[in-house]
């Protein structure tokens, strides 16, 4: 891990009025080894647990974070768009007879941290009243260690110019395709930086790093009064700079265009059942929707129902309700190299590991945070706790959660030559579903229709409906692991206030047979 | 929170360390208290403070944004030198514009903070006591905020805006699961919220909601609640930029070239309008650049009226520049919602909707559920609580074929989202619901 200054600057203190506290206090001894990058850390940890400590908290935790965005967009011949924020803080989680108090700031200096701490004291106290049943943690020993996402080249050590000449040259690409009208493109980085320290003893430092490149092409039919857009299939990976140097952005961009154009004269879709070929740049979001979500233990038990919702799948449920077919598999983990939930430790200092969601089609487990684990009968928590930024409340969010194929499962070229009638479809398009998780409805960015066996021409006006068990019970192949690809999401939702994760679902091509499909082309209202 | 005679030194500071030929320099930063509930208890709680700094450096036509939360010298120095480094590495913009000299803004009060720190425990325990009271669950949210925001440029300007804002709102059921209501409040000072009101809405919806019976799909009179006309507004006024629909890619483009302003797409009687000043519902005079906000008439007499428009495409097409409106208000004739319930036959009564997407641009529409609280009303009445359904319709044709409207109100929304829009029940002639959804 490269060493970087997390509070570089800051004590040469010349501060504004009225906009900081006194970076300059006095630095207490730390009463550990120091196990960070950056020295300034461990006594600012020590005084802010020493202070929760003494304000009564039987638990208390501090993360103090310092996150880097940067983002690029263009249009057409121009890049509209150049920013770099960094923005950093700390926040204070206690635990006072069994209620939560959480306090945060973005002054990171001795003066505050025991403030604040002292202010998540007072907020836990407060709640008290309120509280229902007592928090309760599970164990999760005392770690210590560094970790940072497996980069080969930071993304931030990019030039502007580098990253700016990337998008015009996909623009080009796509512009240089007869009847296409426009194509914007972008690039997001994140890197979060963080410290974790808990009264337990845990002292951890962090480096993840997340890249979301991306583009959308559109025609526009002047003629028809129409215009056809195309995103691209890429999705966003737990990479860094990597990522958009080895993805084929110029042949995905020049398809994306052709695509675009032909979608003009595409034959709009009959609508009615059909069997479904859905590949990895789509099939995640659907594992993303009607898996993810609905195995998330606090909404079983309805600790989102005011906001994201409950889940179909209740505790009852576990172990024996079939959610999918007998060969469908789900995976939940935090571990694989590349995807967006990937950490070494969660929120709550616990050390991540991969376990089954789904086993022979039957739903077997939840996600879990340490406060959530003994809600189930389950010792220890699966590692899930997450807050986007210091100053937001960790809580459980989805790990990356796979379609584990099949050794022997078919090549997608066999996949397509045993289908008689069906739709492939390709890309992240429209979705939706309800607050349990039964109801969806998808669309997508390509649709091809298959025709005993071929791919026979492009199809238009394409979304499939459909509920969640019926859905996956009516997967009948999934293809092997030389087809798999993990796709995912920058910003999944989720929580009051709301907070933003990085989640990735691995998958291989597989095919639901008789799906609703419906035409969503219609007149002008 | 820092003052407007501080905001005024930092951003001359940013202003006065730029060597670019051109900067803007914004500040946003505030407060928020927020507090969680659910099974009758509280989950999380917090408070924190906020701030950044932005800076956009020009040099001619080359610009990049930075941004940092050390509102330090050192940290204002670092974030005027990542912009302009970065801006001297980008590319010319061919549609840079200039940064705005001194504006003339309209007077708005928009900030009236809490003075009860235990006002939001307190409303929380009246949702939980209620639901306890009833034999139900409570799942709620509530969240204060205080915020302030600050643009100004090298070329003179300077804006200044301190708002405040309260929501709160809770999902009740019942324990076995086969019922839910929602309720949600919003106002610009948590003292103004009806906490008992929040409560005893919930708690109702949730006892009258459970034991469906099942109402097949179709296209029905509905009669839609605030909050989801509050959603169905924000998806139609969001597609009205004059770039887009003249670019051929809106549903306000019209075949051939051109767009549908004017066009007769409503009843001659809807009026949507924005007003920096709207009393139950104020936003910030000016726009992030600084660009005035005014009142406007939006649709007006059957029609779109105007469309936003950019500095820059105002310039290219010889039109005048129209901010985006803040804020939205549609207009009321007085009636409840009750009332709109009292003339209608047989219809579909909707509490709220829920995971709205794009479907099809081009046609404006959309997709997504209904939830906690669908009731079928017959000869006037409500007569019976029934499934919740997944639609796909447009918000064109919902206000298209609007035939009532109730008084307007604020409404809350889901995770202290709210908008900053006034806007009644409707009554539409035709909603499709295209599948049932077996949630509850």
């Not at chain 1, 397509?416 to 349990?436: E, F, K, M, V, W």
């Not at chain 1, 499909?517 to 007149?523: A, E, H, S, Y």
């Not at chain 2, 709620?140 to 405040?164: E, M, P, R, T």
């Not at chain 2, 509490?351 to 794009?358: D, E, P």
Request: glycine share 10%; charged share 25%.
């Amino acid at each position: 891990m490269r060493r970087r200054t997390f509070l570089g600057g800051l004590a040469a203190g010349a501060t504004l009025p009225a906009c900081g506290g006194d970076p300059a206090a006095v630095d207490p001894t730390p009463k550990a080894a120091d196990p960070f990058s950056d020295p300034s850390i461990a006594p600012l940890m020590e005084a802010a647990l020493e202070a929760a400590t003494a304000g009564g908290a039987e638990y208390a935790d501090i993360r103090i974070s310092d996150h880097r965005s940067q983002s690029l967009g263009s249009r057409e011949e121009r890049i509209t768009r150049v920013s770099d924020s960094r923005n950093r803080g700390f926040g204070v989680r206690v635990l006072v007879d069994g209620t939560w108090g959480f306090a945060a700031s973005a002054d990171v200096d001795f003066d505050r941290v025991r403030a604040v701490a002292g202010r998540a004291i007072q907020i836990a106290k407060a709640n008290r009243r309120l509280q229902a049943d007592p928090i309760r943690l599970a164990p999760v020993g005392v770690h210590v260690g560094r970790w940072e996402t497996p980069i080969k080249r930071d993304a931030f050590d990019v030039s502007i110019e580098e990253k700016a000449a990337k998008l015009l040259e996909i623009n080009k690409t796509a512009m240089s395709v007869k009847g296409v009208s426009f194509c914007s493109s972008s690039m997001h980085f994140v890197r979060e930086h963080k410290f974790f320290g808990s009264t337990e003893g845990t002292r951890i430092e962090q480096v993840l790093h997340r890249c979301n490149p991306r583009f959308t092409v559109t025609s526009v039919h002047e003629k028809k009064g129409s215009f056809r857009t195309r995103d691209a299939l890429c999705a966003p990976q737990g990479r860094g700079y990597d990522f958009v140097e080895e993805y084929d952005w110029l042949a995905d961009a020049k398809q994306a265009a052709e695509d675009a154009v032909a979608m003009h004269d595409a034959k709009s879709v009959t609508p009615g059942k059909w069997d479904l070929v859905l590949l990895p740049s789509h099939l995640w979001l659907t594992i993303h929707e009607s898996i993810g979500h609905p195995t998330e233990l606090d909404r079983a038990l309805l600790y989102e129902a005011n906001y994201a919702g409950t889940s179909f799948l209740t505790t009852d449920k576990m172990g024996t309700f079939k959610l999918g077919s007998d060969i469908v598999n789900f995976t939940a983990e935090k571990t694989a190299d590349g995807a967006l939930a990937t950490c070494k430790w969660d929120d709550d200092g616990v050390p991540t590991r991969d376990w089954p969601i789904v086993k022979d089609g039957v739903f077997v487990d939840y996600q879990t945070t340490r406060d959530q684990a003994h809600w189930i009968g389950h010792d220890r928590s699966y590692g899930c706790s997450y807050a986007q930024s210091w100053r937001d409340v960790a809580f459980q969010r989805m790990p990356n959660i796979n379609l584990i194929p099949p050794a022997e499962g078919p090549s997608l070229d066999e996949l397509i030559a045993d289908t008689n009638r069906g739709i492939l479809i390709a890309g992240r398009g429209s979705y939706s579903i309800d607050h349990q998780r039964y109801n969806f409805q998808f669309g997508g960015q390509t649709f091809h229709e298959i025709a005993d066996g071929k791919v026979v021409g492009l199809l238009t006006d394409v979304a499939y409906q459909a509920n969640t068990a019926e859905f996956w019970n009516a997967c009948d192949a999934i293809c092997g692991p030389s087809e798999y690809a993990v796709n995912g999401s920058f910003y999944d939702g989720k929580g009051e206030p709301g907070q933003s994760n990085g989640v990735s679902h691995g998958t291989s091509p597989a095919r639901f047979r008789q799906i609703d499909v419906l035409n969503t082309g219609r007149k002008k209202a | 929170m820092i003052t407007k005679a501080d905001a005024r030194k930092i951003v001359a500071k940013a202003i006065a360390e730029s060597e670019a030929d051109d900067v803007q320099v914004s500040l946003n930063g505030g407060r928020r208290t927020h507090l969680r509930f659910a099974r009758n208890g509280v989950t999380t709680s917090g408070t924190d403070e906020h701030r950044t700094l932005s800076v956009t450096a020009s040099f001619g036509n080359q610009s990049a944004s930075a941004s940092g939360n050390d509102f330090s010298l050192q940290g204002i120095v670092d974030v005027v030198r990542r912009a302009e480094a970065m801006a001297k590495l980008s590319p010319a913009d061919p549609e840079h514009m200039p940064t705005l000299g001194p504006q003339k803004y309209v007077q708005v009060e928009a900030y009236a903070p809490t003075e009860d720190p235990e006002a939001m425990a307190r409303g929380v325990k009246i949702c939980t006591d209620a639901a306890s009271k009833a034999g139900l669950y409570a799942a709620g949210f509530g969240i204060d905020n205080q915020n302030y925001s600050c643009v100004a440029s090298k070329n003179g300007l300077f804006a200044w805006h301190k708002s405040s804002g309260a929501q709160v709102s809770t999902t009740v059921r019942t324990t076995d699961g086969k019922g839910s209501g929602w309720a949600a409040k919003a106002g610009n000072r948590l003292e103004d919220l009806d906490f008992d009101g929040l409560a005893a809405t919930a708690v109702h919806k949730a006892e009258t909601s459970a034991n469906t019976t099942k109402l097949e799909p179709g296209t029905y009179v509905t009669i839609l609640e605030p909050a989801c006309v509050a959603s169905l507004l924000g998806l139609l006024m969001g597609g009205v930029s004059a770039r887009s629909a003249e670019e051929g890619r809106s549903f306000f483009s019209k075949p051939g070239g051109g767009n549908r302003l004017g066009e007769e797409l409503f009843p001659k009687w809807l009026h949507v309008r924005s007003d920096p000043a709207l009393k139950e519902a104020p936003v910030s005079p000016w726009t992030g650049a600084g660009l005035p906000r005014k009142a406007r008439d939006w649709i007006r007499g059957g029609a779109l009226r105007r469309f936003s428009r950019s500095r820059f495409w105002a310039k290219k097409t010889g039109r005048p520049v129209e901010p985006s409106g803040g804020n939205w208000h549609l207009g009321t004739t007085g009636e409840t919602t009750e009332d709109l319930i009292a003339t209608t036959e047989r219809g579909v009564l909707i509490t709220s909707l829920w995971y709205i997407r794009g479907v099809d641009p081009q046609s404006m529409l959309f997709t997504g559920l209904t939830r906690d609280g669908v009731f079928w009303i017959e000869d006037g009445k409500i007569a019976r609580p029934v499934n919740n359904f997944r639609w796909n319709d447009s918000p064109v044709s919902v206000f298209g074929n609007a035939l009532a409207v109730s008084k307007s109100i604020r409404p809350g929304g889901r995770g202290g989202r709210g908008g900053r829009v006034v806007v009644p029940a409707l009554k539409t002639a035709k909603f499709a619901l295209s599948s049932v959804s077996d949630a509850v």
